[in-house]
């Protein structure tokens, strides 16, 4: 006798595998893909950002970029004229404002020299006019250093200068000339006596030569007869 058979599974039998792609995560959307940051914003009250935008630095924004540039070339010119001034301030004269200098302290020595002269030393008071001119005034005290000597010898006198004030009227470099009016206060002393003071206006001739400025021209300002008897005796 044949005996029937039945397929039966028992309840603990070995468990079907799962269909494919049942355990997997069902794809993101844009939506679920989007930052929390742009949910956190949107709580916020501020608007997500943009896509694709990072963080804009001041060189991305030209109007704060030409500010920038402008205050820097504003900090490097006042740097640069600070400096300018300073040096100016603190350069000293210029070569031409020294020239002058120079010129008028030559003639000033110059000046007080011709107006010094000791009976006691003719000759050495004579020698130091003579290194003190040029030109004409250099052969005028040529020719007349003798009487010079003799006069002086017999008037018995010293003769002291010291300058009052002096400037330059004119300076011409390139002909080596110069032009300038001193005042000068003298004081004769007598061998017996009471010393004469007086004042007068030099006017003179200075030209360049190569031991320096020297006197080529000297002589006396023509003072008015107003200002004569107004200021008293002047003498030459």
Do not use: C
Not at 89 to 116: C, I, K, M, W, Y
Not at 202 to 230: E, F, I
């Amino acid at each position: 006798m044949t005996k029937a058979t039945t397929d039966e599974t028992p309840s603990g039998g070995t468990d079907q595998a799962p269909p494919p792609g049942a355990d997997e995560a069902p794809p993101a959307t844009d939506e679920a893909a989007r930052p929390a940051t742009d949910e956190a914003a949107a709580a916020a009250g501020a608007p997500p950002a943009a896509a694709g935008a990072g963080p804009r630095g001041w060189l991305s924004d030209p109007l704060f970029a030409a500010a920038v540039v402008l205050v820097v070339l504003a900090a490097v010119f006042a740097g640069w004229a600070g400096w300018s001034w300073y040096g100016a301030a603190h350069s000293g004269p210029s070569a031409a404002a020294q020239l002058r200098d120079r010129v008028l302290q030559a003639g000033e020595q110059a000046v007080q020299n011709f107006n010094t002269l000791d009976y006691r030393k003719v000759a050495q008071g004579l020698a130091l006019w003579e290194q003190s001119s040029t030109g004409p005034l250099h052969a005028e005290i040529l020719a007349g250093r003798a009487t010079f000597e003799r006069e002086i010898q017999q008037t018995k006198t010293v003769t002291t200068a010291r300058i009052l004030d002096g400037a330059l009227t004119s300076l011409n470099t390139r002909a080596g000339t110069a032009s300038l009016i001193v005042a000068v206060q003298t004081t004769v002393t007598p061998a017996t006596g009471t010393p004469q003071v007086k004042q007068s206006r030099l006017a003179g001739t200075l030209t360049r030569t190569p031991a320096g400025w020297k006197l080529s021209k000297l002589g006396q300002v023509p003072v008015s007869p107003a200002a004569s008897s107004g200021t008293g005796s002047t003498g030459g």
